[in-house]
């Protein structure tokens, strides 16, 4: 695939750092004849593959690979029972750095991505997860590498390995058509995703930014991420960071590792104000009269509020991206992708996701409904906030969950990650414990928990043991009740 505006040259792009790994021995990759490039294999590559076909338009090569100690190789694996093939073993990212020409239609682009990353074992091969992607060139260091694409893996062997503890950069250059990417259980498309009125949302689970890029989607590897993107004209590119002055590209970085960073591609007017010394921007179209007035007066106020719940702000920065057409909204670091129709409690709950669930999150994917639920319950805070007695919060929370659920710390798919207790049930354990234990130990004990984990994670032993602290109770039996029973618990009379 030849574009015009692909044509310049690419010896000044920054390139991806990044580490990888994959097995010993052979791959298997199926493709598609219609749809998937096939695999790339360098030409220093000594043994050819063997090639079956399984069906008119499906063909299964298995890659035979060069032969190295097992003790060197990384897992193609991550660190998630229901995204299995996500994320890989080896290394540590450090920094993610993309350069991305977007087609004029949106629906195809070329990249370079240039991901620094650590060693954590002695490592001759590693692997990225890539899906679907044609890719031209690999690099480690400088130096070409021998790199095969197998199945969701670009996997790479060094000539010599590195040692534990060794940095370095991984660079990629590739072409991709990405689809969207909707995993079973989930009932939106994620990825790249171009939705009615020429825009692109990216966003998604696990599995998802591998469509677009080669990546190691671990649930969690904080990066400091840098987007270089050009895009049509007429068109605006806004992501997690920083923006960068720049002539070529819309640049934006985060300065910091983050996780889950994210970027949208759109027809928008930008502006921005300034709340407490923080520059807050706005990203939305001219179709919608009135949003920008609503936002720029609302989300001044909301984030005064949030302040008093978790404590100062957690970055230097924050930008609003309008995407209509979405079917949902999504919090990153610094970054807010939100459908301009959507209501006032949406903009609070993903303003709370600046500290709950993005400056503090968790490793483990059974945690989710502590940021879900917690930016869920903030939702009936801020309604406190504006007028609404606790009364009326206790009877409307509970009319929200059923007298049974799944447990809270049992995630046996990605229904479940998605389903009322991750939100509901999650959002009246906290208005229990505020019951349980009072309002003033309550909110001390919210503001402590996000404080103490600020841009690290936290699981439910954290919120348990802080709790404790404060309160000067033994909550044992409350948290296993409400997180690890079936039976809801009926909430506490009285506080204190």
């Known amino acids: 695939m030849v574009l015009v505006r692909y044509a310049r040259s690419w010896a000044w792009w920054v390139g991806l ?22 695999p790339n294999t360098t030409t220093s590559s000594t043994t050819p593959p063997t090639t079956t076909t399984t069906s008119s338009s499906t063909t299964t090569t298995t890659l035979k690979l060069r032969e190295i100690d097992a003790a060197l190789v990384g897992d193609t694996g991550g660190d998630s029972t229901l995204f299995p093939d996500s994320g890989n073993g080896g290394y540590d990212v450090l920094l993610y750095d993309w350069t991305l020409v977007v087609s004029d239609d949106l629906t195809a682009l070329q990249g370079v991505v240039s991901i620094t990353a650590v060693a954590i074992q002695d490592l001759q091969r590693f692997s990225l997860d890539a899906r679907n992607l044609i890719v031209a060139s690999v690099s480690v260091d400088g130096e070409s590498v021998e790199f095969v694409t197998a199945g969701p893996e670009l996997v790479m062997t060094l000539d010599e390995p590195l040692t534990s503890g060794d940095e370095f950069t991984v660079t990629v250059d590739y072409e991709s058509e990405p689809a969207p990417y909707r995993p079973e259980g989930v009932p939106f498309s ?33 990066a400091r991420t840098i987007f270089r993107i050009d895009v049509p004209d007429g068109f605006t590119a806004t992501a997690s960071g920083f923006p960068i002055d720049d002539e070529e590209f819309f640049v ?7 996780n889950g960073a994210t970027f ?15 520059p807050i921007e706005f990203a939305l179209t001219p179709s ?20 008093t719940i978790f ?22 670091p610094m970054r807010i992708l939100i459908p ?72 046996d798919s990605i229904d479940d990650i998605l389903d009322s207790a991750t939100y509901q049930r999650g959002a009246l354990l906290y208005h229990a414990l505020r019951l349980e234990i009072g309002d003033e130990a309550f909110f001390a004990t919210i503001k402590e928990f996000i404080q103490r984990n600020l841009h690290a994670t936290a699981e439910i032993e954290d919120l348990q043991t802080i709790a404790e602290e404060i309160s000067g109770d033994d909550l044992s039996q409350f948290f296993t009740s409400w997180v690890s029973e079936t039976t809801v618990p009926q909430l506490p009379p009285t506080s204190g």
Not at 17 to 36: D, K, M, P, Q
Not at 198 to 219: C, D
Not at 343 to 368: C, D, F, I, M, Y
């Open 340 to 411: 301009e129709s959507m209501p006032r409690t949406v903009l609070v709950h993903e303003l709370a996701h600046q500290w709950a669930g993005n400056a503090v999150t968790s490793k483990t994917e059974g945690s989710g409904w502590l940021w879900e639920g917690l930016a869920t319950y903030t939702e009936s805070l801020f309604a406190e906030y504006e007028g609404r007695d606790t009364a009326f919060t206790s009877s409307f929370l509970s009319s929200n969950v059923p007298d049974t659920t799944r447990p809270l710390d049992q995630i």
């Open 252 to 258: 934006w970085d985060t300065q910091r590792e983050v």
């Open 17 to 38: 750092v990044l580490v990888v790994s994959a097995c010993s021995g052979t791959v298997a990759a199926t493709t598609s004849s219609s749809t998937v490039p096939p």
């Open 311 to 332: 404590g100062p702000f957690p970055y230097g920065r924050l930008g609003l991206s309008a995407i209509n057409g979405a079917q949902f909204a999504l919090a990153s």
């Open 288 to 307: 919608i009269p009135g949003v920008r007035d609503a936002w720029e007066a609302d989300v001044p106020v909301m984030l005064d509020f949030l302040e």
């Open 190 to 222: 994620m990825g790249w995703d171009v939705i009615p009125g020429r825009r692109v949302l990216v966003h998604g689970f696990p599995g998802a930014a591998a469509t677009w890029t080669p990546i190691s989607e671990s649930i969690y590897d904080p």
């Open 264 to 278: 949208t591609i759109a027809e928008h007017e930008l502006s921005e104000i300034e709340w407490n010394g923080i």
